[in-house]
Antibody, heavy 125, light 107 residues
């Protein structure tokens, strides 16, 4: 079974650092991009960035560039999302998702087909 | 960044109704659009990709259409389990972006 298993809920204080994880199994981890999506309480989905574990190529949304770091360790099939100094506004649910692709008529069509269950991050003094 | 605007933001309907949700892109994205369903406390679930291709295991009452800047998600006959929030996402370019969501409620 293809799955992404995320690390558990975190409660942190402003200014602290944090690294959450997303472990893939049941497929070739190095062959698919892994993206991160934020959902603040009661709000919509925000695409944060994505990494290709095969070569660590990483893309960020301008909204999150410099605010977070996305990394991966292909030896243990795990992607990471980290903060060096958390703010209260980082309180949210964070999902990782696999970006798959279908080749059709000369073009690749992408989509996020497998999602982790999410990691809740609460930042409060 | 490409902006996606969904309409309506809220939709009240009854079991058995046919409903349509629209997603408009701020610039052309060809057919690089996906739709997701999210229920409270759960991760999003892929319904449709490439604008109109049904993900494996998704009921055939869901369908998608469109190209360029305007796309629709249609549920042909609402079932009780369909009441949820729906999001579109463009995958034409980085950063990938989502629509703001459409909450489908029971009338």
């Amino acid at each position: 079974e293809v799955q992404l298993v995320q690390s558990g809920a975190e409660v942190k204080k402003p200014g602290e650092s944090l690294k959450i994880s997303c472990k893939g199994s049941g497929y070739s981890f190095t062959s698919y991009w892994i993206g991160w999506v934020r959902q603040m309480p009661g709000k919509g989905l925000e695409w944060m960035g994505i990494i290709y574990p095969g070569d660590s190529d990483t893309r960020y949304s301008p909204s999150f560039q410099g605010q977070v770091t996305i990394s991966a360790d292909k030896s243990i099939s795990t992607a990471y999302l980290q903060w060096s100094s958390l703010k209260a506004s980082d309180t949210a649910m964070y999902y990782c998702a696999r970006q798959a692709a279908t080749y059709r008529s000369g073009w690749y069509y992408y989509y996020m087909d497998v999602w982790g269950k999410g990691t809740t991050v609460t930042v409060s003094s | 960044d490409i902006q996606l605007t969904q309409s309506p933001s809220f939709l009240s309907a009854s079991v058995g109704d046919r409903v349509t949700i629209t997603c408009r892109a701020s610039q052309g994205i060809s057919g690089y659009l996906a739709w997701y369903q999210q229920k409270p406390g759960k991760a999003p679930k892929l319904l449709i990709y490439a604008a109109s291709t049904l993900q494996s295991g998704v009921p055939s009452r869901f369908s998608g259409s469109g190209s360029g800047t305007e796309f629709t998600l249609t549920i042909s006959s609402l079932q009780p389990e369909d009441f949820a929030t729906y999001f579109c996402q463009q995958l034409n370019s980085y950063p990938r972006t989502f629509g703001q969501g459409t909450k489908l409620e029971i009338k």
